[in-house]
């Protein structure tokens, strides 16, 4: 069971890290200083897009429109730390 666990907060650091390469990537791109016309820029966010779409799109719908401010990111990292922490604090519940 503690393999399980381990499992678990490896998937929660993995997704944790592509969240915040998303949010940078998206800053750069947004102040030019990368260009989606390079082939492995748009390869990488275009990725990043569908593997984080997913857990974006539910957070969207109920989120009121901030007028070109995404909140989605901050509120599914939250989600993210929230999970990390339940785990860690019933951690004897895998032994």
Do not use: T
């Not at 069971?1 to 390469?21: C, E, H, T, Y």
């Not at 990725?47 to 969207?60: C, K, M, T």
């Amino acid at each position: 069971m503690v393999s399980l666990f381990q499992i678990l907060m490896l998937i929660l650091d993995i997704v944790w890290f592509f969240i915040i390469a998303h949010v940078i990537m998206s800053w750069l791109i947004n102040f030019q200083v990368l260009n989606l016309h390079q082939q492995l820029v748009a390869q990488i966010w275009y990725g990043l897009n569908r593997i984080l779409e997913p857990l974006y799109a539910p957070v969207r719908r109920f989120m009121p429109n901030m007028g070109g401010i995404d909140l989605a990111p901050l509120v599914v990292l939250i989600a993210v730390y929230a999970l990390r922490i339940i785990l860690v604090n019933n951690v004897s519940a895998f032994y």
